[in-house]
């Protein structure tokens, strides 16, 4: 890896507002990821409930049908009966035996359909009570699903609200940061960063890197310390440092 020039800084004051950068790069990919995840976790709600309404949009005109159908059958029994009735109260007015007959063979007949139509509306009831239980647990579903996101939105407009501060705060201190640095410098450090889990700038302790926990050569211990120029870890390119040398780190 080329070694980028520190310019007027330091290598230490170079690693020390590095340090700082990586810090506030941190807590804004912190504040933004939380942010990130909950709008993830609203979207798959979102589409949770587009799918059980495309289910209820599915099954509703279902129900309907069988209502109608169901309707149907009621009247044409009610028919059935109100005939019945009629042709029992014209028996009473009738002379001959034949008449008499062929009204209770009429009779016989509309009873039997009654009995079928009856049997029917039965099966049509049962029908029905089932296609509303089911639309009705989708009804369920989607008022559960409704509030979920409502629930979910709410946390997000508040999570937002209140990170607003603090993501404007650190992007300001970020930018006045960068201004400090050369060019080059930030360059490295936000390819290393992306690259190495957000740490960039790691501490050599007894010529173990504090990145990935490798033994360095002596060599590279003594080039951080005499720190002339940017020293990087051979095993995994991070950025070295030496605690004792960068002052705000001691206590850190
Ligand atoms: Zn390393």
Redesign the pocket.
């Known amino acids: 890896m080329a070694t980028p020039k520190t310019g007027e800084l330091s290598v230490n004051e170079t690693i020390s507002l590095l340090l700082e950068l990586q810090e506030i790069n941190q807590n804004l990919d912190n504040l933004v990821e939380d942010i990130d995840k909950l709008k993830e976790e609203a979207a798959a709600e979102e589409k949770k409930y587009q799918s059980i309404k495309s289910q209820y949009d599915k099954h509703a005109p279902y129900v309907d049908k069988t209502q109608k159908e169901y309707d149907q059958l009621k009247i044409e029994l009610e028919d059935i009966r109100k005939k019945i009735i009629e042709l029992e109260e014209s028996k009473k007015k009738i002379k001959t035996i034949k008449e008499f007959k062929t009204i209770n063979k009429d009779i016989d007949l509309l009873n039997k359909k009654s009995a079928i139509r009856e049997n029917d509306l039965l099966t049509k009831a049962e029908e029905l009570e089932f296609k509303k239980g089911k639309i009705g647990k989708i009804q369920e579903k989607i008022k559960e699903t409704e509030e979920i996101i409502a629930k979910k939105k709410e946390d997000l407009d508040t999570l937002i609200r209140e990170r607003k501060d603090n993501i404007a705060k650190f992007t300001r201190e970020k930018e006045k940061l960068v201004s400090k640095l050369p060019g080059g410098v930030v360059a490295t450090f936000s390819r290393i960063y992306l690259n190495k889990f957000r740490s960039a700038v ?1 501490a050599i302790e007894s010529q173990v ?6 033994k ?1 050569p002596l060599q590279v211990e003594i080039s951080v310390k005499k720190s002339e120029t940017i020293q990087f ?6 950025i ?1 440092y030496r605690a004792d040398d960068i002052p705000a780190r001691k206590s850190a």
């Open positions: 790691v890197c504090q990145g990935c926990y490798m360095t870890c051979p095993s995994c390119s991070r070295l």
